[in-house]
C-alpha cells in the first residue's frame, strides 16, 4: 500500500522510526549501522531503510527540513503504516553560551510560532510535547551507555534566516519569555502529529553550532559526529519488536 510520498507496503516499516532531516544521513545510517537493510522508500529522493539492530527491527527515514515535510512523512507513517514511534535524531543550535558542540540534547517541549498544528488539528497553543515514557526509555538507554543528556525546551521555526530587523528581538523573546535552549525546525508539528494521532514521538539533538558563542561544525564533522546520539536512539529499538 502505496501513499503519496512513500511508496513501501505495509509491513515494510519497522514500528520504530528514527528521523534524520536529511535523507543521505538516513543511508549513512542504515549502512553503518543496521543489518539485512532494505530500502522501502527512494520517491522525491526522502530515502528509507528498514534493517535490524542487535537482532531488533528499526527503520530510518529523512524527514526532510521544515515543519511541513515531518508533518506530511510523520502523518503518513503513523496512520498508514502502523508506526508506533518515531525519534527524530538532528542538528541543532544552541542558543545558551554554556552548551558546547556535540553535546545531546533531550527536548521536553517544542515552542513555536508555527500555526502548523492549528490548521492540522485545530491545537492553538505554541508549546507541544514528546511522548513521557519514550522520553524516559531514551533516558534509560542513554543511562545504559554512559552517554550525558541535556534535556530541555527547544524553539521549532519556520525560519532559517531572519532579517536583520527582527532576529535580535525574536531571539530574545524566544530565550528569555518562552526558555528555550536551542532551535531546530521540525519537532513542533512532529508532536504535534504524534499527540493527534495517538502515538509516541521525541527529538534527540546533537549540538552542531552555538548560536551565542558562534561556534559551529562543517558538513563533514556533522556527518561523522553524532555516534551518541545514534547509539540513544538506537537502543530504543528492544522496546519495539
Known sequence: MSTPHISANKGDVAKLVLMPGDPLRAKV???????DVVQFNGIRGMLGFTGTYKGHRVSVMGSGMGMPSMGIYSYELFAFYGVEAIVRIGTTGAMKAD????????????????????QFCGYEEKITYPNAKLNEEIRESAAKLGYKLI???????????????????NFAKTVNEYN????????????????YLGKKAACLL????????????????????????????????????
Open 99 to 118: 552548551i558546547d558542540l556535540y553535546e545531546v540534547i533531550l527536548t521536553d517541549s517544542a515552542y513555536s510560532e508555527s500555526t502548523y498544528a492549528r
Open 206 to 241: 546533537t549540538v552542531s553550532d552555538n548560536i551565542v558563542t558562534h561556534e559551529l561544525t562543517s558538513a563533514e564533522e556533522r556527518q561523522n559526529s553524532f555516534t551518541r546520539m545514534m547509539e540513544i536512539a538506537l537502543g530504543l529499538a528492544e522496546n519495539y519488536v
Open 151 to 169: 534535556e530541555g525546551r527547544i524553539n521549532s521555526s519556520d525560519n532559517f534566516y531572519y532579517g536583520e530587523n527582527v532576529a535580535e528581538a
Open 180 to 195: 528555550c535552549i536551542a532551535a531546530e525546525m521540525e519537532s513542533f508539528a512532529l508532536f504535534a502529529n504524534a499527540n
Open 29 to 35: 545510517l542504515a549502512e553503518t549501522y543496521l543489518d
